[in-house]
């Protein structure tokens, strides 16, 4: 594994997005940083943060699993070591609910490991059910999960929604947004009804509100978002537009590259731009 990039595989990571994010904040002079969406915290780890961190995420086993790693590295290593990568074990681990804080880390780490695309997906009873993804010849990278808890240390990890990253957020901070995609990529009418327990349109304009908290603060922000009109509508008197493309591998075994466009909105002034702001 890479260094610099998350120790887990996450959906819509953005490690793609990197070496832009590095060069949008090269000069800037920020305090506290916040990912208030923070998935694998592709960004948070390759960059140096000056102050405090703050990543949250609404999903418990994920935020559980980040606190057990900064914690005590050991203990969960130790834990992992139990674990043989094949079927018949994946399926039992999958099946399994310990208790404590090292073996939920534990489990959740192998699941993310050994699963079909690393994905997190829970069934209506909200256990865990993505099949296993023949990989068994990957091993955990201990190394990785040690330098990752070092990066961790002092770093508050909180499992909430993202609106309440504004208690947190202070004059002079930098917030990361990376949100779930509303889109689809069928119509403009599906677009609210494709997503909607994934994150609404609702939550999109919460979002918004949360961008116009930050902007009358006079923090710093970026969002990562869909290239969507409505997208558009809600985030464009809020910031700068900056479109972005990426590549993209579309349709399984049969794949083949697409490039996808996506939008980044931010406050940080254009460089030479200082006065602005
Ligand atoms: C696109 S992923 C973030 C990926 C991350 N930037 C990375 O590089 O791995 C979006 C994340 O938002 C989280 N999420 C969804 N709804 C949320 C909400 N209302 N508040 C906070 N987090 C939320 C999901 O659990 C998911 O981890």
Known sequence: MAQNTSFIRWAGGKSWLVP???????????????????????????????????????NKELVDTF????????????????FIPDEKNYYEIRASEPRGKYQRAARFLYLNTYSFNGLYRV??????????????NTTFNYERIF???????????ICQDFESSKYLIQSGDLVFLDPPYTVS?????????????????????????LIDYINELGAYYILTNAAHEK????????????????NSLIGGKKAFRGKVQEYIFTNIPEKGDKDEN
């Open 20 to 58: 832009y994010i590095q060069e949008l904040i090269e000069g800037l002079e920020y305090n506290n940083y916040h990912e208030s969406f923070m998935g694998g915290a592709s960004v948070f780890f390759a960059i140096d943060i000056p102050k405090k961190g703050y990543l949250s995420d609404v």
């Open 67 to 82: 606190c057990a790693v900064r914690d005590n590295p050991q203990r969960l290593i130790d834990y992992l070591n139990d």
């Open 123 to 136: 069934n209506r009873q909200g256990k865990y059910n993505v099949p296993y993804g023949q990989r068994q």
């Open 147 to 157: 330098e990752v808890s070092k990066k961790l240390k002092d770093v508050d990890v």
């Open 185 to 209: 990529k069928e119509s403009n009418s599906m677009f609210i009804e494709y997503n909607s327990k994934l994150f609404s349109l609702d939550d999109q304009y919460r979002l918004g509100e």
């Open 231 to 246: 997208i558009l509508e809600i985030f464009q008197d809020k910031g700068r537009l900056i479109p972005r493309e990426r």
